[in-house]
């Protein structure tokens, strides 16, 4: 049973607790998401309230069967595009990382954080469908095949962009930071 036919089946039908239940489950995965597609907190934030106003006002259409996960997945990475669209801004890194002090490895952590850092701002350098294929297969962790069905895309159209992306993303880091023994 789906999350949805779960919640339709269960002895009270207060469809605004429902929906609360079912953002309260996804709003950091939503959230997360979005910061990863646009590399900025303040455009994460506007896409993930539009993502949840797009929820709430198909929340009653939503069938039994459908995917609570993938279809705010998919609203995600649209909306996500939208405001790419709309707003186009250099990306940024997802946070200002403090520099430790007095720790007795802190030049390695600040290499990690810059590693981090720069991986956040070539991820945001990636084609659109690139970006969201990385994004949803490596950060999110989901099977290809769901990002496939996500993407609106074939299992191998995803392989590849991931490859791809991959391989972008390697090139701008060793171009960034050299080679890796």
């Not at 979005?34 to 506007?46: H, I, M, T």
């Not at 790419?84 to 600040?110: F, H, M, N, V, Y």
């Not at 191998?156 to 023994?181: D, H, N």
């Amino acid at each position: 049973m789906t999350e949805l036919a779960l919640i339709a089946a269960s002895a009270h039908r207060d469809e605004l607790a429902d929906f609360e239940q079912l953002l309260r489950r996804y709003e950091r995965q939503v959230l997360v998401t979005s910061l990863r597609l646009l590399g900025n907190l303040e455009d994460a934030q506007d896409a993930s309230q539009e993502v949840f106003v797009r929820f709430y006002r198909h929340f009653r259409r939503l069938k039994e069967q459908d995917d609570c996960a993938g279809w705010l997945y998919r609203v995600t990475v649209n909306v996500c595009r939208d405001v790419r669209r709309k707003r186009p801004r250099p990306e940024t890194a997802s946070g200002d990382e403090a520099i430790p002090d007095r720790a007795p490895d802190a030049l390695a952590q600040l290499q990690q954080s810059e590693r981090q850092r720069m991986l956040a701002i070539v991820l945001g350098g990636l084609p659109e469908k690139e970006r969201a294929a990385i994004v949803l297969r490596d950060l999110e962790g989901l099977p290809t095949r769901e990002v496939a069905a996500i993407l609106g895309s074939s299992e191998a159209t995803v392989r590849s962009q991931v490859s791809q992306g991959r391989q972008r993303i390697r090139a701008a880091m060793e171009k960034l930071f050299g080679r890796r023994k």
